[in-house]
């Protein structure tokens, strides 16, 4: 089942810093939804909760357990992304402190 599902409001001084200033996207988001799940009900929670992720502009990265290249690209789309991956290339090619996404 669900262990937990976390939302909070994330607006005021989060989102006056511009998108490209950082390497988190979603500076103009107005609410943040997380959940924790116990492993053998996560494709039914993908199937009920799936919608919700249609709805929203991201993922925080610190909340996602999904290694996947499809969720590295919803957590550092495009320009952040390649901003990023330019970043890891000069200062980490070894890719010492990788935390396991990938794109």
């Known amino acids: 089942g669900i262990i937990g599902i976390e939302m909070r409001a994330i607006d005021g001084p989060l989102n006056t810093i511009n998108a490209d200033e950082t390497a988190w996207h979603d ?3 107005k609410v943040f939804l997380a959940m924790w799940l116990q492993k053998d009900t996560e494709p039914h929670a993908k199937e009920v909760f799936g919608p919700l992720q249609d709805l929203g502009t991201g993922v925080y990265s610190s909340y996602s357990s999904d290694l996947s290249i499809e969720e ?3 957590i550092w789309p495009e320009e952040t992304g390649r901003k990023l991956r330019k970043l890891i290339t000069k200062y980490d090619p070894q890719h010492l402190f990788n935390q396991g996404h990938y794109w």
């Open 72 to 74: 590295s690209q919803r």
């Open 27 to 29: 500076r103009k988001a």
